[in-house]
């Protein structure tokens, strides 16, 4: 038998893709596609899946041919819209990865404050042609997260405490079900769905448009971080909770303990420093944030402060290279209570001893719109809670802390085991407990999704996420 030489390996990997799915228009990518590795990739560099075919969509008709031959041909399936997730559920092993990508339209209409966005669109996307009228719905932190999986989880960000969740501006969305099926959930149209939908993830089918409400903010906001010195990070955790306890709904917040990242704004000498920072954006009138901000910005004499009015559009990518695509990221999450001089230590005591300068740890403010929604209202559970915590162990490809800080992120996790309230789903790794996910919703809230999940996919065809489980399910 002869050996193929390299020139003849690397002419197969080139060669078209011969699988088909009928009716299908996109791009399918098997493992002998040139581009097989760089389309399996996901934002976490951590995970490492080879799926037996990516179907790359272009339209809803794509979604529902791919789904229909999956099922037909039993295959496991991931669905990829951003493909942000840290659990990396967007791809999967030996099966097909149902891809969105390539739908990234965004409509508006700014009459009627509405915005239509496909499932495979990005933040940065909805922004970008959202602010042109001076509109925003409430997204992320990071405008290469995917709309998708951000607004199906529930959807923390800067606005969720004056405007709610994501989950709250959604009005609509179509979706194709496990049999293949294309459906419009809404209040009016399978209501039930539309409940599941918004807080219940990826687990009761593929959602290829979103319909959301916007508002009037921007484009110029007041935002931006202060920065303390890590020394501080007790005595200005301690302001912090006095200070975020009457805050305006309008003012969003989000600390954030690490290392001072080497971005152009922040000066040299502080490039590294262990530092506690508080991102702020303010979703109201200019003056009014400055002296809604004034109390914060004088405590404890900050070694930077850069709140000031800045593009809207701009805070949002903001801190986009420091959570780059292709490094390993590990989490641990929870919700916490509002913070008592106890939970302040055990926060102060952890969260400047991980080793990767890149690890870090990130505290929502929730409150405000969140916690005014009825508990079960929507699939997002534990609204009351005052804050959620992610523990976010950091490191790059060929970088030898990922056993470590991955242990750091465990031990800080444990520490905070008789603080914690319940998780965002979306804040779940890829090794938890299966009964987090019952943890992320509450018993009833969880129990009324297992429901939905039974009527609309009770052979559990959707379990690449933090699954719910239908009746009676084996898969």
């Known amino acids: 038998m002869t050996t193929p030489t390299t020139a003849e390996l690397g002419h197969r990997r080139k060669q078209p893709n011969l ?7 996109g791009r399918l990518i098997s493992a002998d596609h040139a581009d097989y590795d760089i389309e ?25 041919a791919a789904v229909r031959f999956a099922r037909d041909h039993d295959l ?43 499932g495979g669109a990005l933040w940065g996307d909805v922004d970008h042609e959202t602010q042109v009228h001076g509109l925003v719905t409430t997204g ?32 609509a969305a179509n979706v194709v079900t496990a049999n293949g099926e294309l459906l419009r959930a809404s209040e009016d149209e399978h209501p039930d769905l539309f409940w599941a939908l918004r807080g219940g993830g990826g687990n009761f ?38 200070f975020v306890r009457d805050s305006p709904d309008e003012l969003g917040t989000v600390a954030r303990f690490g290392t001072a990242p080497p971005l152009p704004v922040i000066p040299a000498d502080l490039h590294w420093r ?24 004088a405590c404890r004499s900050p070694l930077l402060d850069l709140v000031g009015p ?18 390993n990221y590990y989490w641990k999450s929870t919700h916490l209570p509002e913070l008592s001089d106890d939970l302040i230590e055990v926060i102060a005591a952890h969260a400047f001893t991980c080793e990767s300068p890149r690890s870090y740890v990130a505290m929502f403010h929730l409150k405000g719109a969140v916690s005014r929604v009825a508990e079960g209202e929507t699939a997002f559970g534990n609204r009351q809670a005052s804050h959620a915590i992610t523990l976010d162990a950091v490191w790059r490809p060929g970088e030898d802390f990922g056993a470590r800080d991955t242990a750091w992120a465990r031990g800080f996790f444990a520490a905070l085991g008789r603080f914690r309230q319940g998780v965002y789903v979306n804040f779940l790794g890829g090794d938890e407990d299966p009964s987090r996910v019952r943890e ?16 609309y996919d009770p052979d559990n065809v959707f379990h690449h996420n933090q699954n719910i489980r239908p009746r009676l399910s084996h898969a």
């Not at 319909?211 to 303390?228: D, K, S, Y």
């Open 440 to 455: 992320a919703y509450g018993d009833c809230v969880y129990d009324r999704l297992v429901d939905v999940k039974t009527r």
């Open 40 to 64: 399996r990739a996901v934002w976490n560099g951590a995970v490492d899946r080879r799926p037996r075919l990516i179907a790359q969509c272009i339209g809803t008709a794509d979604v529902v």
């Open 310 to 327: 800045t593009p809207y559009v701009g805070f949002q990518s903001a801190i986009d290279s420091t959570v780059v695509h292709g490094w």
């Open 140 to 171: 992320g932190i990071v405008s290469h997260t995917g709309v998708a999986g951000l607004t199906l989880g529930g959807g923390v960000g800067w606005l969720m405490r004056k405007h709610g969740l994501t989950v709250d501006n959604l009005l």
């Open 19 to 25: 699988v088909e799915i009928g009716g299908f228009r």
């Open 274 to 297: 262990p530092v506690m920072m508080v991102g702020t954006c303010y979703a109201g009138p200019i003056e009014d944030g400055e002296r809604a901000l004034g109390p914060l910005r």
């Open 205 to 242: 089918g593929v959602v290829t448009s979103f319909e959301f409400r916007l508002h009037c903010v921007g484009p110029t906001v007041l935002a931006g971080p202060i920065l303390w010195d890590a020394s501080d990070a007790r005595e200005v955790l301690r302001f912090y909770r006095d």
């Open 76 to 118: 496991e399936i991931a669905i990829r819209g951003g493909g942000h997730n840290v659990a990396g559920t967007a791809v999967c092993d030996d099966g097909i990865v149902i891809d969105l990508s390539a739908m990234r339209a965004v409509q508006v209409d700014p009459a009627h404050r509405r915005a239509w966005v496909q």
